[in-house]
């Protein structure tokens, strides 16, 4: 799940980070922590929107407008929580009724996928989202903008983020149209061994206890896993892969039978994304190996026949492609 997240972190086009689990393992946990890892990013001050201002291709229409030259800030990368229970106004935006009301101005009031900009949305218990809600997140996922048209309002802004979603599969199955969204999926289960139970306790509690020390004994820690995030963001684009790995990707999903082209397009992304994170500036088969579970674990079509977990039917097919 953290291997994910990271590169997720380094590569905000993979699709996001599907977490399903045991109640209670620290998947909430995990993506809210992301949050303080993450370097700050460069914006557009005063933009609803976090514009950024090195790319005036994707620009707001405010701060397309105008033609003045922009002052740029340094704000957090917004990781925002989608609850279960929020209207479509508030996923999307609508008129600000304050405004309407005290000026006579129809104005619009930016929704969650406005702050998500730029950003992490993240769901949990996304297997229990409502479908319309799911179809809105389809829809601007697919685009890459919201677009609202509603109580006089026509409104248009950009929207990317990267989709994080938890839950426990015992509750519910998510739709295939939303899980096919997700870059990468991710199984966690409650650890079987004695240290580790051990130690999560230990940490828990001495962070209930004092969390400002908890946070300062790891700071350096955290401070050096952010350094690794930037350099691999930095050494992305010159990241090579080799045709003979793209072919080992494609020849992969051959034998999972996995439906379209998005299991090969993701499957080389992340190994890219993985292989900068590594400091390597090749990817190698290893890289392939490592990120191929969680690529196409969750693309892989149903065989009533066959009861193998999705994870052991994909690492069957890596010892079959690659050799054991």
């Known amino acids: 799940m953290k291997l994910a997240l990271l590169i997720a972190a380094v590569d905000q086009t993979i699709g996001g980070v599907l977490v399903f ?20 990013m460069r914006v557009i001050a005063g933009c ?9 291709a994707g620009l707001c229409d405010v701060c397309r407008g105008g033609g003045k030259r922009h002052r740029a800030a340094l704000v957090p990368v917004p990781v925002v929580d989608l609850p279960l229970g929020a209207t479509e106004d508030r996923v999307v935006g609508a008129l600000d009724i304050e405004r309407a009301l005290a000026q006579g101005v129809k104005a619009f009031e930016p929704g ?3 702050r998500a900009h730029r950003g992490f949305l993240y769901i949990d218990e996304v297997n229990l989202l409502e479908d319309h809600i799911v179809d809105l997140l389809l ?6 903008e919201n677009v609202v048209e509603r109580e006089g309002l026509s409104i248009r802004h950009p929207a990317r983020f990267v989709l994080v979603g938890s839950g426990n599969p015992e509750e519910g199955e998510l739709r295939p149209q939303l ?3 997700f870059g990468l999926s991710v199984e966690v289960a409650t650890p079987t061994d004695l240290p580790t139970r051990v130690e999560v306790v230990r940490r828990r509690d001495a962070f209930e206890r004092d969390p400002a020390g908890f946070a300062a004994a790891w700071a350096p820690e955290e401070a050096k896993l ?3 995030i930037v350099a691999a963001r930095r050494r992305l684009d010159d990241t090579t892969v080799p045709d003979a790995v793209i072919e080992q990707a494609a020849r992969l999903c051959l034998s999972l039978g996995t439906d379209g082209l998005r299991g090969e397009l993701t499957l080389v992304r992340a190994a890219r ?3 900068a994170f590594e400091g390597e500036r090749v990817v190698a088969a290893p890289h392939l190996r490592r990120v191929a579970p969680p690529a196409l674990r969750h693309r892989l079509r149903r065989n009533v026949l066959d009861e193998t977990v999705a994870t052991t039917r994909v690492e069957r097919a890596i010892a079959e492609v690659f050799g054991a």
Not at 139 to 144: I, K, L, P, Q
């Open 112 to 114: 969650l996928l406005a």
């Open 48 to 56: 609803p929107y976090a514009c950024a201002p090195e790319k005036p």
């Open 273 to 275: 994304a993985f292989a």
């Open 179 to 181: 899980l096919d969204r």
């Open 139 to 144: 829809d601007v996922a697919a685009s890459g």
């Open 21 to 40: 689990g045991d109640r209670g393992t620290g998947k909430s946990t995990a993506v809210r922590a992301l949050a303080a890892l993450l370097p700050p």
């Open 226 to 228: 952010r350094r690794r």
